[in-house]
């Protein structure tokens, strides 16, 4: 604890004794704000928010727990151990000793974050949880160049790049891709993995413009912490599926900058090198030598797999992993994209469709050095451009655009190709991410693929304009405010139609299980005499807005001020979403008209 005078018989207690300002903090810790910004970042410590600001609203406070914990680590020491280097570093350039600057050089204190890892995630499930702003953060900085004023090496974004490969080999590899979508930021993917779904934000393949209002040294420290935490993740993950890590790249597509496809060769022979030695395992020692399997010959298998192999590419898809029991959702993926191939032209976002063809099953090659198979190929299917015109056009295949992929990965299904052909506005690319029943508001497009979906899978859905709620109780509809009054009429009118169809249809049915000869005056007499029965049964309709009003007057009546605001503050929600629903339908009127 910090030692502070107190006068005999005073004790502080609560908030006083709870928490510090930044400043006594920093105080405290003996360090500069910049190095205690950073240790704060590295360790996971943040600001609290005290019921009472002893200090004042205008201060930053810390749980003193929180600072005693970094206190007492031993990264403190490194940091002072740094700062005391770098000082002497330079005193001996300021003193021109070439002597001492040399050796000075050659003793730099270095750190590792892996005992940070180990200490923040103890269990794997907890470092899955944390991942999406990890991937988002090196996705990010695999993208930017690199600045020397910014203190952004080359080295950094190299290993940013590897690591995001690393991590999108392992998804495709593993089928676990369930959602995509493009916006102006960029690419959102949405991946399931062990049970919990990662959703990370990948820029656009654009020049990247550096904006000068960022602290692009606290963006540095989180990325130094992503990177440990992300190797650490693709060392548990690669070995889960019985793959050597880090892997093991061909240095001719590390120099045409094809790393993916590099990971999906390597990813492809270790798979066949692990299943020979499994099926030639024979007890003993000797043997178990010979089944090590080596970083080398790792290497000189993997040369053994020809550039133009297509199979090269996608065999992570027909050699998933045996072993383990694969979900519904992971079957589904696997075969989307089954028996086709995929050609991408110059202008698509071809890392981008890469990653997501192969996660759904999918053969894919592109127009440069070391594709795995040209575009004169014939057994190409779909070829993915996004210009209006061709220089030569292939009848064998269809030409559509890049949204086309998205638009089947996100509905499951194989849409059809017409609405996507080059040269025409393709259909609105709706997200996943938003569900259309909880907004109110389901787009044409969502529509139509709901019917395809169902017309794949052989599933009979109502007929446009009568929904489930039309079957239930219109009064209750009305009182819970799914509905209102116009709505709750004209649904009580339905249901009594589809009543007197219903005992006009069993009355038909038991005529003619009977034998009887009926004519249509019969027929009509029936309906006549159904309509005033049902007519009959039927209750009177009370006035439903008017026990809408009642119900909600008595309930306001017996809450207490603090729910009834908070009542209001949901009706008001209410209100501000259904002006949403329609603002956008008036727009659809007005384009329609």
Known sequence: MPKHYRPPGKKKEGNVAKYVTRSQAVKLLQVNLSTFRRLCILKGVFPREPKKKVKGNHHTYYHLKDIMFVKHDPLLEKFREMRTYDKKLKKAVAKKNKDLYERLRTRKPTYTLDRLILERYPKFVDALRDLDDCLSMVHLFAALPALERENIEVKRIHNCRKLSHEWQAYIARTH?????????????????????????????????????????????????????????????????????????????????????????????????????????????????????????????????????????????????????????????????????????????????????????????????????????????????????????????????????????????????????????????????????????????YAETIKRLQAAASNEVLPMPGTVKEDLEDPQRLLVEGIIDRAEANEAAEKKRKMATLEKQYHDELKLELEGAQYTSSMINQKIDSNAASVEASEEPVPDLQQIADDTANMSKIVMSRKKRRLLEAMEIGKKRKQANVDLLKERKKKNEA
Not at 250 to 276: C, H, I, K, M, V
Not at 378 to 403: A, K, M
Request: glycine share 6%.
């Open 176 to 444: 676990k891709l369930r959602k995509v979508f493009i916006s102006v930021k960029g690419i959102y993917y949405q991946a399931e993995v062990e049970g919990q779904k990662i959703t990370w934000l990948t820029p656009h393949a654009l020049q990247q413009v550096l904006p000068d209002d960022v602290d692009y040294n606290v963006m540095l420290t989180f990325l130094e912490f992503y990177e440990t935490l992300l190797a650490f993740v693709n060392f548990k993950l690669y070995h889960s599926i019985s793959v050597k890590y880090p892997p093991i790249l061909d240095p001719q597509l590390e120099a045409l900058a094809e790393e993916l496809y590099a990971l999906s060769r390597y990813l492809d022979a270790n798979t066949r090198s692990s299943r020979a030695s499994g099926s030639n395992q024979v007890e003993g020692p000797e043997n178990e030598k010979q089944h090590d399997e080596s970083d080398l010959r790792l290497a000189q298998l993997q040369h053994q797999l020809p550039h133009n192999e297509p199979g090269a590419l996608m065999h992570l898809v027909e050699d998933a992993a045996g072993e383990e029991e694969e979900d519904e959702d992971t079957k589904e993926c696997k075969n989307l994209f089954k028996d086709m191939k995929f050609f991408l032209g110059r202008e698509v976002p071809r890392e981008s469709l890469l990653f997501v063809i192969p996660a759904f099953g999918g053969i894919v090659s592109w127009e440069r050095d070391g594709a795995p198979f040209r575009e004169a190929d014939q057994s190409i299917t779909h070829q993915i451009v996004d210009r209006p015109t061709q220089g030569h056009i292939f009848l064998s295949r269809e030409y559509v655009q890049p949204q086309w992929i998205y638009d089947c990965v996100n509905a499951r299904i194989i849409l059809p190709t017409e609405g996507y052909l080059v040269g025409r506005v393709p259909p609105p690319h709706l997200s996943p991410f938003v569900d259309n029943e909880a907004e109110g508001y389901v787009p044409d």
